[in-house]
């Protein structure tokens, strides 16, 4: 009647191996797990920004910038594409959010209106993600869709979280915590990182690299008077006194995303510069665009400041080169990182900062291990004064196995444990202890219903089952739901409470139930201590 198949035998056993072969990582010292086998575990739970110490860093990305530039792009893309179809224009600007422009001949304007229609790129649910309207002064007005813009700033929310995260590894950064907030923020955390002005400096930065033609056909002063022409931009320069500007033309000859590397170094007389080298696309593009103005200054623009602008006195075909300017040695170094991990596609505006000391988080650590303890002895006394030493101290095994399953899991995925995820461990104690109580319940009223010790154990895992289950779903969708969408630490208390779910319901149902199986075997009492 009372029956325990091997193959739940061999589950136990594997469960209980894999659970202390995870779990011991974390306690045994570094002088006794670096000499183990490489195929033993080593992995150790990352501990959370509030348990470690470090920076927290709540992001927001610039949809209206992102918004801003497209239109701008969208202009230059109007303009030769006007240009090349040989379509007189005038009054070719951004007003409104919109770009405007007024065809000459009336007679042009449907050709105008198919060719611009182009500029759009297809979207899913159809259509062009640019609409072209012709109005009756012969003025065409180019709109972005609003699908079009949402999926541009979702898509630049995911380029910078990806960004971010390489500079943040190339800081050296150990298992830093990003994650998308709400619809354009980004939330960064950086256990060990004390310092969050150095991270600011490295991932607030766009690190957006140009190379862009001089414009020598008006000159500066008359360009600062206002007389700039449409495809040219006056950008502030590094080189010279404050103030001094310089006249750029719009149309990027070769970008930063095209770079492979980028190295920080010093100069033949040594002062820090910058190596870099581009992609057989990129190389292509700059020898073609070195060639074709020979002669002529070319400017590199970083986040829309001149840093350089030397002359090209000869082709540059080998698809390298350096950049100088004032820099420091630090400064350098920064800048190349940030060359290498690639450009933010939109500024990040920082909302919210804050730091945790290392001896806070300590204190944390020792508060959160302190609880544990207190949860696990007062569970084990309420356990053994209400069901006695015997199945109080079959519940209390269970429920150690129980958490090495759960640390072993944790430290198995990589998850982090935060100060909410100790929390979430302390209430899986819980739970894993309430199975065991609908258990011994369910028992000891079969027992005083007058059936037999083995009819009664047997009886009472079966009938307990079901309201486990149940109690234990709905706890797990509550822990889904809070994951999805919740941050940080809320995501770290949902997940390590999903995994309690699922360790605490084969605990009751399985490991118990063995344990209570050898005992009965054992002794053949005619009545149950319970």
Not at 181 to 186: E, K
Not at 357 to 368: K, M, N, T, W, Y
Not at 511 to 516: A, E, Q
Request: aromatic content about 6%.
């Amino acid at each position: 009647m009372l029956s325990f198949p091997r193959w739940r035998m061999f589950l136990c056993l594997a469960a209980v191996l894999f659970g202390v072969a995870f779990t011991l990582p974390n306690v045994l010292p570094d002088s006794v797990l670096t000499p183990i086998s490489s195929w033993a575990p080593h992995q150790r739970l990352a501990l959370g920004l509030d348990l470690q110490g470090g920076s927290y860093l709540l992001l927001e990305v610039d949809t209206d910038a992102l918004k801003a530039e497209r239109l701008t792009n969208l202009v230059e893309d109007a303009r030769k594409t006007l240009g090349d179809g040989q379509i007189a224009f005038t009054g070719l600007a951004v007003a409104n959010g919109k770009v405007q422009v007024r065809i000459n001949d009336p007679g042009q304007i449907p050709a105008a209106q198919t060719a611009l229609q182009k500029l759009g790129a297809p979207m899913a649910t159809g259509g062009r993600d640019i609409s072209v309207v012709a109005a009756p002064d012969q003025t065409l007005t180019l709109q972005l869709s609003d699908q079009a813009l949402i999926a541009d700033g979702s898509k630049a929310v995911d380029q910078s979280i990806e960004i971010i995260r390489r500079r943040i590894d190339s800081l050296g950064t150990r298992e830093p915590n990003i994650l998308r907030q709400g619809v354009n923020r980004i939330v960064v955390e950086a256990p060990g990182e004390s310092d969050p002005e150095k991270l600011k400096s490295v991932i607030g930065q766009t690190a957006k690299l140009t190379f862009q033609m001089v414009d020598d056909t008006v000159s500066v002063g008359e360009a600062m008077a206002g007389q700039v022409p449409p495809d040219s931009i006056l950008l502030p320069s590094a080189e010279g006194p404050p103030g001094t500007m310089i006249l750029v033309k719009r149309r990027a000859l070769v970008s930063g995303e095209m770079l492979t590397d980028a190295r920080s170094g010093n100069d033949q007389y040594n002062r820090p510069d910058i190596s870099f080298r581009f992609n057989s696309a990129g190389a292509q593009r700059f020898a073609v665009a070195t060639t074709q103005n020979t002669g002529k200054r070319f400017a590199i623009v970083l986040d829309n400041k001149v840093l350089s602008a030397p002359s090209i006195n000869e082709p540059i075909t080998g698809g390298s080169g350096e950049i100088t300017g004032n820099f420091t040695t630090e400064s350098a170094g920064n800048l190349a990182l940030m060359l290498r991990s690639g450009a933010l596609p939109a500024p990040l505006k920082i909302v919210e900062q804050r730091t945790v000391g290392a001896e806070l988080g300590a204190d944390s650590v020792r508060a959160g291990a302190l609880a544990g303890v207190i949860a696990i002895i007062s569970i084990a006394a309420f356990m053994i004064l209400a069901y006695g030493f015997v199945f109080g101290g079959i519940s209390l095994i269970a429920l150690l196995i129980n958490m090495t399953m759960v640390l072993g899991t944790m430290s198995m995925t990589g998850a982090t444990l935060t100060l909410p995820g100790i929390a979430g461990l302390i209430l899986t104690i819980a739970m894993a202890v309430d199975a065991n109580v609908l258990i011994f319940e369910r028992t000891r009223d079969e027992e005083r219903a007058g059936r037999k010790p083995a009819m009664a154990i047997d009886n009472g895992f079966s009938r307990a089952t079901e309201s486990i289950l149940d109690a234990n779903v709905t706890t797990l969708i509550a822990a889904l739901i809070l994951f999805q969408f919740g941050a940080g630490p809320v995501r770290g208390f949902a997940w390590t409470l999903s995994i309690g779910v699922f360790t605490s319901v084969f605990s009751a149902l399985f490991i118990t139930r063995l344990l209570v199986v050898w005992w009965f075997r054992s002794t053949r009492n005619k009545r149950l201590p319970i």
